[in-house]
């Protein structure tokens, strides 16, 4: 059985940095072809794909945000981990992980985590 | 980045009606689009990929055709169930890009 689960912060301060786990299980990122991605969504608002990890370590960012992300794997923990610095209240969203649909398009998401909200604000 | 424009951004049904959604591409994908449907507090949920196929355990109503710059979901007879938003998105290239979402809600 395929999960995945976010954990970090509820509250950041701006300016800080955020980092954010994603722990899964049901499958490993070590096998050929696995891609896990970051996802986020703003209340009220429409979902914005940030980042990518594969198997091969490979990594895919989001351009208007690249600057600011790094993402990364724990493949002992089978965690990935997405660190955003330098946040704002702009980046005030869900956060969500999700896996790639395997055998598929690296870009088709048939599993999510439940999300995790992240309110930015002094 | 692609843009991905969906159409309506909400609209008003009643259960058994018909409904389409459009989502247009800014330029050509290919077949390399998605579908999701989202309940209020919940993730995403896949229902169809690479344009027309249907997701496991998705019920056939819910269909997807198109393909290049034009995209359509339908759902031929709405259930109460179906009361949600839906999003495409674009696989073609990265940045993946999603719509800006059509909220279907009960007439």
């Known amino acids: 059985q395929v999960t995945l689960r976010e954990s970090g912060p509820a509250l950041v301060k701006p300016t800080q940095t955020l980092t954010l786990t994603c722990t899964f299980s049901g499958f490993s990122l070590r096998t050929s072809g696995v891609c896990v991605s970051w996802i986020r969504q703003p209340p009220g608002k429409a979902l914005e794909w940030l980042a990518r990890i594969d198997w091969d370590n490979d990594k895919y960012y989001i351009t208007s945000l690249k600057s600011r992300l790094t993402i990364s794997e724990d493949t002992s923990k089978d965690q990935v981990v997405l660190t955003m610095t330098n946040m704002d209240p702009a980046d005030t969203a869900t956060y969500y992980c999700?896996?790639?649909?395997?055998?598929?398009?690296?870009?088709?998401?048939?599993?999510w985590g439940q999300g995790t909200l992240v309110t930015v604000s002094s | 980045a692609i843009q991905m424009t969906q159409s309506p951004s909400s609209l008003s049904a009643s259960v058994g009606d018909r409904v389409t959604i459009t989502c247009r591409a800014s330029?050509?994908?290919?077949?390399?689009l998605d579908w999701y449907q989202q309940k209020p507090g919940k993730a995403p949920k896949l229902l169809i990929y690479?344009?027309?196929s249907l997701q496991s355990g998705v019920p056939s109503r819910f269909s997807g055709s198109g393909s290049g710059t034009n995209f359509t979901l339908t759902i031929s007879s709405l259930q109460p169930e179906d009361f949600a938003t839906y999003y495409c998105l674009q696989n073609y290239n990265y940045p993946l890009t999603f719509g800006g979402g059509t909220k279907v809600e009960i007439k």
């Open positions: 999700a896996r790639a649909k395997l055998g598929g398009n690296s870009g088709t998401f048939d599993y």
């Open positions: 330029q050509g994908l290919g077949n390399d």
């Open positions: 690479a344009a027309s």
